[in-house]
């Protein structure tokens, strides 16, 4: 019922930008937390940038720090990625990524990702 739907991605060259988007299709209940993560050949899955649905509060790889900036609209359950002085090693596909909690707990949780998209960085 709820998919996540990516955009954004493309071609740049180094310290070029890009705006990534991810747009949730259909209905949830609750939003714990929305992010990004990339997968680059040969490398496993790594967090990018995360933010939570309540407070806003971020978290960044330390590799992206001051570069990339995530946000968010908690009314159209969207989250951006912006982009900048992208390098080389950002090369990757960027899956977008929503957890939500389940029970009324909050101690278990369950993930919804998107297909992913692919950046490249390359001059």
């Known amino acids: 019922q709820v998919q996540l739907v990516e955009s954004g991605g493309g071609l740049v060259q180094p310290g070029g930008s890009l705006r990534l988007s991810c747009a949730v299709s259909?209905?949830?209940?609750?939003?714990?937390?929305m992010g990004w993560y990339r997968r680059a050949p040969g490398k496993e899955r790594e967090l990018v940038a995360r933010i939570r649905w309540s407070g806003g509060n971020t978290n960044y790889a330390d590799s992206v720090k001051g570069r990339f900036t995530i946000s968010r609209d908690n009314a159209k359950n969207t989250v951006s990625l912006q982009m900048n002085s992208l390098k080389p090693e950002d090369t990757a596909v960027y899956y977008c990524n929503l957890q939500y909690p389940m029970g009324s707990t909050g101690i278990f949780s369950a993930d919804y990702w998107g297909q992913g998209t692919q950046v490249t960085v390359s001059s």
């Open positions: 259909g209905s949830i209940f609750s939003i714990n937390a």
